[in-house]
């Protein structure tokens, strides 16, 4: 086995240049991890956060530091020998960083119960955008929210990664789903099963939603004090769900305040329920939507997209050929 592989390094916070590509350190697989081989990766927004220098960057005890939660690849040393995931067998999942090295690289090491079969009607490309994503997105509507029929759910940022599958996930069990979003990703979001689309670039979200149960807020007060606005719109005792680290501060007090519930979401690279979403990616019951891709020695380009805001799905980062 090679004793260095390629990645994307960051040796200090900063913008999106502070990343740059070089060798580091082959992974080591110990105990019940695999070693995987990765194909591809996506950028999510708590990759960029880290790399400014917020996030999770202050768990990062040595440099250079690789990023990257989202993996799709291929199985180079599964836990042991009988494990019925063998080598060869094209995986996907998610792993914490920074207490893992991270997917934007050659090859990772990761927990066992974070590693799921790729479905096998999506390409590497599509699958690397779906972990983290579709697991926050399971847990806030699925989990915390208890999405059902009759449920009236107000998701924010429909149209980025987590959005779009919050309202899809949100939509087949059964919930009526009101997102905001620009105007010109209204028909997609229906056509993903938004009963309403509010486009927020014309129309005050609060001014036309009313008696919401529960809002998914993938926004907070970064952008036109969006979080604070939502109170409004939301019935007596419902549900505000905020997830971007850091996007709300008054968050717990200002949702008491208004008689409602409130909670942040952390997601957990759990392996049984992305077998769950597998199926449904699958079936077609729920699609991933990849907007760009990148090389690895672009990652900059692939971060100052995410941040540029308007993304209709996942960027996706390519490592590999696969």
Same mark, same amino acid.
């Given at each position: #086995? ?91 999942? #998610?792993? #914490? ?17 974070? *590693? ?23 847990? #806030? ?144 019951? *729920? ?36």
């Amino acid at each position: #086995m090679p004793k260095t592989m390629r990645a994307a390094l960051l040796d200090e916070a900063g913008g999106p240049d502070t990343l740059r590509i070089g060798d580091t350190a082959y992974p080591d697989k110990v105990n019940s991890e695999f070693l995987v081989k990765v194909v591809a990766s996506s950028v999510n927004p708590i990759d960029a956060k880290t790399r400014a220098g917020r996030g999770v960057y202050d768990a990062i005890h040595s440099f250079p530091a690789v990023l990257g939660h989202d993996f799709s690849g291929v199985v180079v040393e599964s836990p042991y020998s009988a494990h019925p995931i063998r080598p060869g067998d094209e995986v996907f999942g #998610m792993v #914490m960083v920074p207490r893992y090295g991270g997917s934007y690289a050659e090859y990772l090491s990761v927990p066992s119960l974070s *590693v799921v079969r790729k479905p096998a009607t999506l390409s590497h490309i599509e699958a690397a955008a779906a972990p983290l994503a579709a697991l926050t997105a399971w847990g #806030m509507v699925v989990e915390v929210a208890k999405a059902h029929e009759g449920q009236r759910m107000l998701i924010h940022a429909g149209s980025g990664g987590v959005g779009h599958f919050a309202v899809q996930f949100a939509s087949y069990f059964g919930a009526h789903v009101i997102a905001t979003a620009s105007g010109s990703k209204a028909s997609w979001l229906r056509s993903l099963g938004a009963a309403e689309v509010v486009d927020y670039t014309t129309t005050r979200f609060e001014e036309v939603v009313h008696d919401a149960d529960v809002v998914i807020d993938l926004v907070g007060n970064v952008h036109d004090d969006t979080g604070t606005r939502s109170l409004s719109v939301v019935r007596p005792g419902g549900l505000i769900i905020n997830v971007p680290t850091g996007s709300w501060p008054t968050f717990t007090e200002d949702v008491a305040g208004a008689g409602l519930r409130g909670t942040h979401y952390k997601v957990a690279p759990d392996g049984n329920t992305l077998a769950v979403i597998a199926r449904l990616l699958e079936a077609g019951n *729920v699609r991933v939507h990849v907007d760009q891709i990148f090389p690895l020695e672009r990652i900059a380009e692939a971060h100052e997209a995410i941040e540029a805001g308007h993304t209709r799905g996942k960027v996706v980062v390519k490592i590999a050929e696969g």
